[in-house]
Every structure is written in structure tokens, then in C-alpha cells.
């Protein structure tokens, strides 16, 4: 796990890196989820909440680590 990368910048993320995302569901919580970038969604270049990404699994939330490979 990296901090020096900021999760919230559309140019730190590429298709197939590994990340910790958290769902809408999970917001409360704070749980994170696992798995590799299938397609970001996030059009702008930065996001304060962190940029939208779909995980290989289909699953949907805002990138909150990126880990390095």
C-alpha cells in the first residue's frame, strides 16, 4: 500500500492496477474492496471523493488506495 499516490487524480489509475475501492453501500462504514480497474468512469482528470472505477467483478465505487505492483 502507497500513500504518495493520489487516489483522487484520474492519471494515477490504469486499467488493470490493483485498488481498494469503496461502494456507495459501504460509505458509512468505511469498508474497503479490492480488485483490479476493468474501466474508470470518472470523465474529469480530479475528483475530491476519488475517481470512479469498475472493478473486473462489475462492481462500482471510488478508488481510496492505489496499491503499487
Do not use: C, W, Y
Not at 502507497?2 to 492496477?17: C, L, Q
Amino acid at each position: 500500500m502507497t500513500k504518495d499516490i493520489d487516489p483522487r487524480d484520474r492519471k494515477n489509475i490504469k486499467v488493470g492496477a490493483k485498488v481498494a475501492i469503496i461502494l456507495k453501500k459501504d460509505q458509512r462504514s468505511g469498508r474497503l474492496t479490492e480488485g483490479k480497474v476493468q474501466e474508470i468512469l470518472t470523465n474529469s482528470s480530479f475528483h475530491p471523493h476519488g475517481i470512479k472505477v469498475r472493478l473486473e467483478d462489475g462492481q462500482v465505487g471510488r478508488v481510496k488506495v492505489i496499491f503499487e505492483e
